[in-house]
């Protein structure tokens, strides 16, 4: 289920960084920083008050406490808190003694300490003129102070204001003061309790602030009240949320009060955030938008920089710089989060592992941006240590690069310099690739020669020649082109030229271009795949690849168009399905729905959903390609069925309302193709259940419990279906009990009774095999597979039986005089699958070789080498076998008949009847 960002592994581009040599730390070290000097100057008596070590959320309470003893107000204690623990963290951080998490987690405990003090000082006051704020339900109405951006991911910078935003829960009026005046709207009480929290932390008194504040994000940023409800939030992110905004929030964390994270009430804010920021699809369309709000700082910065160029060495906002790496992390985030929950979470380090554990980015190209981001971070808080400014450019003076360059290890300027000049590179190489798929191509000009100024219709068309133009000359007159969006419709119009480039070049063919034709065409509405093909090039190349191989992938991706972005994967075709990986990847992405509450069913029936179509096109890709057999795309596609089984069960137990047990005390057999491990794209699966549990509700316990299950695979929900569930195999068929007790199972296969297995249904069991469930049913199942197999039987009445079902299966499937169907025309599949069948239950007792479940190939030659088909005819005829399954699979891929000359096949032909006359003759 892995993916990679690009289709190409970008792990030997990046340069590896040498880590700082480890200079000696003189001990007075941190007293360079003035900012340091003038705190010592001042105060002198109150540092000790901040308990040792990196602040905490105890040891800050602690500190404000002992302030407020030595006589200070809010305001003050607040103020001189700050310093203290600023002065604490250049100590430690600039003496080796703190990591950045040690920095930034201590200045974020400060942010959240410091605002629910000011929050439950200005409720005091408000309360006390106005009254409780008070819902319609008679329930106080809480506001949520929200931080944004490092202050939510918990990576706040030691000189950084806090972006915040601030909410209400719901409307309603004051209780009035204690004489029962002053009552006002709780629009009114919030926005002055908002104006009085910006005094306690914003203003500047003689102690200083506590905290730059900016309430720039919110809702119509600064034209836009101070604070908002929660519904006028959930319109506006609804009706005029803008791309960009997604970014922000999706950092955002309600930060205070203290109370409101611990009862809960804050996750309500989960359900308006979460949906504006990640989509149910793969979001394309974020690309532009970030690259042209990228620009923009791009550009602020260089016109900050003109007449100035010592602020072109910015940390943050250059080329390179620490925004860069937040830009590449967040991108593959906000075009993911909505399908893989796994990828939601704020710190960007933790965000880099898991993007790269999801392989969306290499691990190797992960932990250098990782190692950049600490370098530039640790970089950055050093340039504010010096005087305490909000400033992320580099000092001019050579004593402050010294100390910087000393603080991090390195025995000169120059050793530091080099440093950073590498970590940059990396960063910029980087971002320049995830964001430049949407280059325009040699001949990708507009009516004014400007490559981002999209051509008409009509003026690509002159690229094309033949049918292909004849084709897309159709689109001048469809409806859904002429709705597309101006910008979608540049994009349409440069990834035809582009297809255009490369057609002229022979990179693809005019039959993947008409099938792309005839697939785009119903999803030109959802935009989301034009920006994706565009935005990857590599994808797209594939993408037509695979169309041009064979028709049947058209259909499924027409069905399932988001599983396009598989073929991103730079391991693609490297690979082959790996089970517990797919367990363990789909099991994350439950728990990262559990976190956010959104675990609902139809939630994840849609997860399994998306994850199965996933797999199988993967499949479909590296069978197309030529990479797998036809028996390795059967192995694949088997594996991957048992997987969703065991993912299924599992999940449909956990949430079945009356289980009686921790385990379900049930098995799954598979039959058939299942069972053979022989499945076909779009295979159903042929299952019976049983189950070995004493309890007296067992049975209605477990057959709900498959009733679940089966509705869980076959129910179509947005994200499709899973499998067709056939159960007929099971005891008496579709007269019988949906789940049946082991004993009755074995009792019934084995003939004990009056109610016993037909001869069909043994001839099904020699296919048949334990897939999943409790693991003491497995080593009882084949024992009682062995002995239905191994039986005595009379071989007269067993070959007239197999004989009589083989007619009445060719009957069902009548074929032309003049064409060969390699299953079911005499010498065809079915002949040879038919006569392995009473090898295996005539002579297994003799010969237990037979017993083992590994398909028809294989059995055929072990029937030979056993003495049971003459010489040669074995081996020949598992040839034929082989290549007929081939024509049959390569057939429907195609949609082609698989009905063809008989004389195409003759000598296969000829191979499975000797097969049949051998043994029936």
């Known amino acids: 289920m892995t993916r990679s960002q690009s289709t190409d592994d970008r792990s030997d581009l990046v340069t590896p960084i040498v880590s700082p040599p480890g200079v000696p730390c003189p001990p007075d070290l941190p007293l360079y920083s003035r900012f340091v000097q003038r705190l010592h100057r001042r105060y002198d008596h109150e540092l000790p008050l901040l308990p040792p070590g990196p602040p905490s959320r105890d040891s800050l309470s602690a500190a404000y406490a002992a302030l407020q003893a030595k006589g200070l107000d809010t305001s003050a204690a607040l103020r001189v808190l700050r310093q203290l623990t600023l002065e604490r963290l250049v100590q430690l951080d600039c003496s080796r003694q703190a990591d950045l998490a040690a920095v930034t987690h201590g200045m974020t405990w400060l942010a959240e300490v410091t605002l629910d003090i000011a929050w439950r ?404 509405r959802r935009e989301s795949y034009l920006a994706l093909m565009l935005e990857r090039p590599s994808v797209y190349e594939r993408l037509l690849r695979l169309l041009g191989a064979a028709k049947w992938p058209a259909r499924y991706l027409l069905q399932h168009p988001g599983v396009i972005d598989e073929l991103a994967g730079g391991n693609l075709f490297d690979t082959r399905f790996d089970a517990a990986e797919f367990e363990g990847e789909l099991q994350a992405r439950r728990l990262a729905l559990q976190r956010t509450g959104e675990d609902d069913e139809e939630s994840l029936m849609n997860l399994l959903r998306r994850a199965h179509h996933a797999e199988q096109f993967r499949t479909l890709a590296r069978d197309v390609e030529g990479v797998l057999t036809v028996e390795q795309v059967a192995d694949d596609l088997s594996a991957l069925a048992d997987a969703v089984l065991r993912v299924t069960a599992r999940w449909c137990w956990d949430r079945l309302k009356n289980r009686h047990r921790d385990e379900p005390a049930i098995a799954i057999i598979g039959y058939g193709k299942l069972g053979g491990k022989e499945l076909g794209y779009g295979s159903d699966l042929d299952i019976v259940f049983v189950y070995d549990d004493e309890d007296q509700r067992a049975q209605d316990i477990y057959a709900a419990y498959v009733r679940k299950m089966i509705n869980w695979m076959t129910v179509k929900t947005a994200d499709g279906d899973l499998y067709e569930i056939d159960t007929a195999l099971r005891p008496n068929g579709n007269s019988g009990l949906l789940v049946t007790r082991f004993e009755a199972y074995a009792d019934y296969q084995q003939q004990r009774g009056s109610n016993t297995a037909w001869t069909w249904e043994h001839q099904a069991m020699t296919r048949a095999r334990f897939v999943m469930g409790l693991p003491s049913l497995a080593p009882r199942f084949d024992a009682v597979r062995h002995a239905v197999i191994s039986a005595p039987r009379d071989a007269a009445s067993l070959k007239a039986e197999i004989v009589a079902m083989r007619e009445r299966v060719r009957q069902g499937h009548p074929v032309k005089a003049d064409r060969f169907d390699v299953k079911h025309s005499p010498g065809g599949m079915v002949d040879a699958e038919f006569a392995v069948q009473y090898l295996v239950l005539l002579h297994t007792a003799a010969h237990p070789e ?25 081996e020949a005829a598992a040839n034929a076998y082989r290549e007929m399954r081939r024509l049959q699979h390569r057939a429907r891929l195609n949609e082609e008949p698989t009905q063809v000359d008989p004389a195409t096949l003759t000598a296969e032909r000829e191979a499975l009847l000797a097969v049949w006359r051998a043994v029936m003759s």
């Open 121 to 524: 000082h200005v409720m005091a006051d408000l309360d006390a003129l106005h009254g409780a704020p008070t819902k319609a339900d008679g329930q106080r109405a809480e506001m949520w102070i929200i931080g944004m951006g490092k202050l939510g991911a918990r990576e706040l910078n030691v000189s950084s204001d806090i972006d915040l935003i601030y909410v209400y829960d719901d409307d309603g009026e004051t209780l009035g003061n204690s004489e029962g005046r002053n009552k006002v709207s709780c629009q009114e009480y919030f926005t002055r309790a908002v104006k009085r929290m910006y005094a306690l932390i914003g203003d500047t008194t003689e102690h200083g602030f506590v905290f730059r504040v900016d309430l720039a994000l919110r809702p119509n940023g600064n034209s836009g009240p101070s604070v908002v409800s929660l519904d006028a939030l959930e319109e506006y992110l609804l009706v005029q949320g803008r791309e960009w905004e997604r970014f922000a929030w999706m950092k955002s964390r309600v930060v205070a009060p203290r109370s409101a994270v611990v009862n809960g009430s804050a996750q309500a804010l989960r359900g308006v955030v979460l949906p504006f920021v990640f989509r149910r699809y793969l979001d394309y369309n974020v690309f532009e938008s970030l690259r042209t709000l990228h620009q923009q700082i791009r550009d602020h910065a260089s016109k900050r920089s003109a007449g100035h160029p010592e602020r072109a060495n910015d940390v943050k906002l250059s080329r390179g710089g620490i925004r860069e790496i937040e830009f590449t992390v967040q991108l593959l985030q906000v075009v993911r989060g909505g399908q893989f929950p796994e990828l939601r979470t704020r710190p960007t380090l933790d965000a880099l592992q898991r993007v790269a554990k999801a392989g969306l980015m290499p691990q190797a190209t992960a932990d250098a941006l990782g190692a950049a981001y600490v370098f530039l971070r640790q970089v950055e808080h050093r340039i504010q240590y010096l005087d305490d400014q909000q400033t992320h450019v580099l000092p001019t003076r050579d004593d402050d690069l010294a100390w910087i360059a000393q603080t991090l290890g390195y025995a000169n300027t120059c050793e530091f310099l080099s440093a950073l000049d590498a970590h940059r590179e990396v960063v910029a190489q980087e971002f320049d690739t995830l964001l430049g798929g949407d280059r325009d191509c040699k001949t990708c000009k507009g009516k004014n020669g400007h490559g981002r100024e999209h051509a008409e219709l009509d003026a690509v068309l002159t690229d094309f020649k033949g049918p292909v133009r004849e084709r897309l000359a159709q689109w001048a007159d469809n409806p859904r082109v002429q709705a597309l969006r101006d910008d979608a419709r540049g994009r349409l119009m440069r990834l035809l030229q582009r297809t255009a480039q490369w057609l002229s070049e022979g990179r693809i063919s005019e039959v993947s271009v008409l099938r792309m034709a005839d697939w785009i065409e119903p999803l030109l």
């Open 850 to 874: 037979l017993a083992d479940n590994v398909g028809n190939i294989a059995l055929l030659q072990r029937a030979e080498k056993a003495g049971l088909l003459p010489a040669r005819v074995g």
